[in-house]
T-cell receptor, first 115, second 113 residues
Framework: DTAVSQTPKYLVTQMGNDKSIKCEQNLGHDTMYWYKQDSKKFLKIMFSYNNKELIINETVPNRFSPKSPDKAHLNLHINSLELGDSAVYFC??????????????FGEGSRLTVL | KNQVEQSPQSLIILEGKNCTLQCNYTVSPFSNLRWYKQDTGRGPVSLTIMTFSENTKSNGRYTATLDADTKQSSLHITASQLSDSASYICVVSAGTGGFKTIFGAGTRLFVKA
């Protein structure tokens, strides 16, 4: 069973379009995240979300918005896509982000290419 | 400024050989350090995690060390296998993690037959 799953794995779209990436975790974790991995392979956190609090990285454009229908899902919506949005987006979850040993479980990634 | 630097950027070794990857950090206050393995086209998978009081942790052929005084960590891979070819990412958390989790750029390891 896949612990953290995201769809689609690949997404190719035109500049200006709106797209979504879905994420689901079956680990029973309380907190989910979205990360962006750029061409230099750095993983940078975009959002952290649990049923109480959404934390947004201030560097993330407001064209990006997370939507959580329930505790097991955190979808990423992107409006007016730009060329610079091309990257691999990873969803992750953890049981307790305040724990000093809290482990992150990552999905397989969604490669977004904006033409 | 919280930073995690890894070296080398890439490394090529022959199957069966050992190798050591380095990680230096300036994250404060230090909470824990983790090493992740990321296969091409996959998400990162945790290998080891160490808190301040731990200075070594093993996971099979992977052994991580931590020197909290010098703010350095290493990941030693013994008797490398072709399947060890991947990126190895050092991740340091400050305080309570979450947004205070800083990722290194990774070391790309190639194991050749």
């Amino acid at each position: 069973d896949t612990a953290v799953s995201q769809t689609p794995k690949y997404l190719v779209t035109q500049m200006g379009n709106d797209k979504s990436i879905k994420c689901e975790q079956n680990l029973g974790h309380d907190t989910m995240y979205w990360y962006k991995q750029d061409s230099k392979k750095f993983l940078k956190i975009m959002f952290s979300y649990n049923n109480k609090e959404l934390i947004i990285n201030e560097t993330v454009p407001n064209r990006f918005s997370p939507k959580s229908p329930d505790k097991a899902h955190l979808n990423l919506h992107i409006n007016s896509l730009e060329l610079g949005d091309s990257a691999v987006y990873f969803c992750a979850s953890s049981q307790d982000p305040t724990s000093s040993t809290g482990e992150l479980f990552f999905g397989e990634g969604s490669r977004l290419t904006v033409l | 400024k919280n930073q995690v630097e890894q070296s080398p950027q890439s490394l090529i070794i022959l199957e069966g050989k050992n190798c050591t990857l380095q990680c230096n950090y300036t994250v404060s206050p230090f909470s824990n350090l983790r090493w992740y393995k990321q296969d091409t086209g996959r998400g990162p998978v945790s290998l080891t995690i160490m808190t301040f009081s731990e200075n070594t942790k093993s996971n099979g052929r992977y052994t991580a060390t931590l020197d909290a005084d010098t703010k350095q960590s290493s990941l030693h891979i013994t008797a490398s296998q072709l399947s060890d070819s991947a990126s190895y990412i050092c991740v340091v958390s400050a305080g309570t993690g979450g947004f205070k989790t800083i990722f290194g750029a990774g070391t790309r390891l190639f194991v050749k037959a």
